[in-house]
């Protein structure tokens, strides 16, 4: 896209969760799965579809969000007791 602003932000987004694996196993999804989401995202981006892309792009994320969820709600429940 020769976007400098979103290769920061990517970078940025890489090195978290380069962190995130180094603290908690976040237990990888399938990567065929993975790669889908990817392609979906592209697609949609390439047709210019920005309501796609935001959906598509929600759906990847959710799926990091949920398998990262449990993590940290086991971790804050330790701490708290």
Same mark, same amino acid.
């Given at each position: 896209l020769d976007n400098h602003l979103l290769s920061e932000v990517? %970078?940025?987004f890489w090195a978290a969760m380069d962190r995130v694996r180094e603290d908690v196993d976040d237990g990888h999804q399938d990567p065929s799965v993975?790669?889908?989401?990817?392609?979906?995202?592209?697609?949609?981006?390439?047709a210019a579809d920005g309501a796609r892309a935001v959906r598509?792009?929600?759906?990847?994320? %959710?799926?990091?969000?949920n398998r990262l969820e449990p993590q940290s709600?086991?971790?804050s429940e330790s701490v708290s007791v």
């Open positions: 990517l %970078d940025a993975t790669c889908s989401q990817h392609h979906e995202i592209v697609e949609a981006v390439a598509a792009m929600r759906t990847h994320f %959710d799926g990091i969000r709600v086991s971790e």
